[in-house]
């Protein structure tokens, strides 16, 4: 059965936006439209037809980053309590920070920061701020609900984000080994989440 207009511009989309992240992990922001055309199958204008620049393809791809993080966050009717919840977005958390496509992604921004400063701001803003803005807004959440009692959300969301970071990040970031296996990871992640569960229960 023949796919409609939607689902083929649709799957071409993610071709695109997977092609980009391949490129641009391996290549920086030296990877070029035409590279990132080549690798999803996919005409040079198909790609600008869909996003426009390869700054855009850069934020769609932290856009849909930050959505699979905060995905435990944004389901209050799915039974999970705020302990639950929290330990599911820290475990996400720690797998992206353990997939060297994700790391080596970050590292470029780092890098070329200096360069390409709007590019390195929408990085921050669309990613990092984003996500921890989601996480505040859960929080207060869970407040209002009177499963937690926070009284700063925003510092709140800080605090728990740097528990589970640690110094994993800036380790995979120097190329110094960090052990983050799925076992660790499942371990900082509910230990992060009881402890700030305990911190701030009502």
């Keep these: 059965m023949p796919r409609r207009l939607g689902q083929v511009d649709e799957s071409k989309g993610i071709a695109i936006l997977?092609?980009?992240r391949q490129a641009l992990a391996?290549?920086?922001m030296g990877a070029s439209i035409e590279d990132i055309a080549r690798r999803a199958q996919v005409s040079k204008q198909t790609v600008y037809n869909?996003?426009?620049s390869k700054a855009e393809l850069v934020r769609v791809l932290i856009e849909r980053r930050v959505d699979e993080i905060t995905a435990h966050l944004d389901n209050p009717g799915s039974g999970e309590g705020p302990e639950e919840a929290l330990a599911g977005y820290a475990r996400v958390v720690l797998e992206s920070i353990a997939t060297p496509s994700s790391i080596a992604l970050l590292r470029i921004h780092i890098q070329g920061a200096a360069e390409m400063p709007d590019l390195a701001r929408t990085f921050f803003e669309t990613g990092t701020r984003t996500s921890r803005a989601r996480l505040a807004a859960f929080l207060?959440?869970?407040t209002r609900a009177g499963r937690l009692r926070v009284d700063d959300c925003a510092l709140a969301a800080e605090f728990f984000a740097g528990m589970?970071?640690?110094s994993h990040q800036t380790g995979r970031l120097l190329g110094v080994d960090s052990h983050l296996d799925p076992a660790v990871i499942d371990r900082i992640a509910r230990e992060a989440a009881s402890r700030f569960v305990r911190a701030y229960g009502p």
């Design 18 to 20: 997977e092609a980009a």
């Design 26 to 28: 391996e290549r920086g």
């Design 50 to 52: 869909r996003f426009g």
């Design 140 to 142: 207060d959440g869970e």
């Design 164 to 166: 589970v970071i640690g």
